[in-house]
């Protein structure tokens, strides 16, 4: 099956700051299929990107999506207080369908 | 707007079964597969298996083969998973999620989740 790990596994961000996190697959996953979830706790995950680089309905135009094979990244250019959650990659290429192991944002 | 209704939490004895159920509305049942997703702490999340809701058909990882049965029922856009023989292992809270072509098989819409809890 397809691994994926994700780093950090907690990150810490103040306000207005970018962060980046990654998502890296045991084996190359279509672009098509990779996807990235957000869950707040006492909620179900919600999709947040989709394919890469499409950002949800409703999602703000600060979060963007990238990467290719291997190789995953979700990106927050201005974080703000209602980013705090954890972000989950997702992938479908092959099955059984995978997640990652979340990456954790907390805001200073 | 579309919904995923699930089933209230559930308390079970070891070696016992339960079936969860997940009901759909707001858009056509048939069109979408309905996926089954496990949430715990140590695990995180795992893909249990998915269902056509159009033609029965399954797909399951195998690592839940044997404890998951995924059943549709097109007349009520219900879903269904059975789990069977429960450990404390099956403790977790279990998740419908939808997941159509159009959005290459990302889950897009998500149920409130079902708690199940293995205890005697």
């Known amino acids: 099956q397809i691994v994926l790990t994700q780093s950090p596994a907690i990150m810490s961000a103040s306000l207005g700051e970018r962060v980046t996190m990654t998502c890296t697959a045991s084996s190359s996953v279509s672009s098509s299929y990779l996807h990235w979830y957000q869950q707040k706790p006492g909620s179900s995950p919600k999709l947040w990107i989709y394919s890469t680089s499409n950002l949800a309905s409703g999602v703000p135009a600060r979060f963007s999506g990238g990467g290719s094979g291997t190789s995953y990244s979700l990106t927050i250019s201005n974080v703000e207080a209602e980013d705090a959650a954890t972000y989950y990659c997702h992938q479908y290429h092959l099955s059984p369908r995978t997640f990652g192991g979340g990456t954790k944002l907390e805001i200073k | ?120």
């Open chain 2, 1 to 120: 707007q579309v919904q995923l209704q699930q089933s209230g939490a559930e308390l079970v004895r070891p070696g016992a079964s339960v079936t969860l159920s997940c009901k759909a509305s707001g858009y056509t049942f048939t069109d979408y597969e309905m996926h089954w997703v496990k949430q715990t702490p140590v695990h995180g999340l795992e893909w249990i298996g998915a269902i056509d809701p159009e033609s029965g058909g399954t797909a399951y990882n195998q690592k839940f083969k044997g404890k998951a049965t995924l059943t549709a029922d097109k007349s009520s856009s219900t879903a269904y998973m059975e789990l069977r023989s429960l450990t404390s292992e099956d403790s977790a809270v279990y998740y419908c999620t939808r997941a159509g072509h159009s959005l290459f098989f990302a889950m897009d819409f998500w149920g409130q989740g079902t708690s199940v809890t293995v205890s005697s």
